[in-house]
């Protein structure tokens, strides 16, 4: 349903994204990713390295690695998908936000939600 592709979205070390190899239909879970998770106050040592720009809230007291391909879905305003956390089971839950034609890129928010539209995080001076 999903594979990893270079993508003209990202201009990292790795250029990496996340693509749908098939149609995803709207609401459509398409990826479930494990969460690592620790407490809030261990990430000043987390902010000395890459992970950094990785790390998702996960709830009040606690932040997120995610597992999976989790990680390397790239932003967008106008997003294909969306996700959930999901406490219960410890994963960050991904589903088609819209229907997702194969070959496209599959793009979130960053922000957490779709409407967001404030700077991110690290375009903020």
């Known amino acids: 349903m999903i594979e990893i592709k270079k993508s003209p979205l990202s201009d990292g070390e790795f250029n990496r ?6 149609e995803i239909k709207k609401g459509e879970l398409l990826h479930e990713a494990p969460v690592i998770s620790y407490p809030n106050d261990q990430h000043q040592y987390i902010e000395k390295t890459l992970l950094a720009d990785y790390a ?13 391909y989790g990680m390397l879905f790239n932003h967008s305003y106008e997003p294909n998908a969306i996700y959930e956390i999901n406490f219960d089971n ?13 070959g496209d890129e599959i793009l979130i928010n960053y ?15």
């Not at 998702?56 to 999976?68: K, Q, R, S």
């Not at 922000?111 to 700077?119: A, S």
């Open 17 to 22: 994204g996340v693509f749908a190899t098939c």
């Open 56 to 68: 998702f809230e996960y709830g009040i007291n606690h932040t997120a690695i995610l597992l999976g």
């Open 90 to 102: 410890h994963t960050f839950d991904f589903y088609a936000y819209r229907d997702i034609k194969a």
């Open 111 to 125: 922000n957490g939600d779709v409407d967001d539209k404030e700077p991110l995080w690290f375009n903020k001076d």
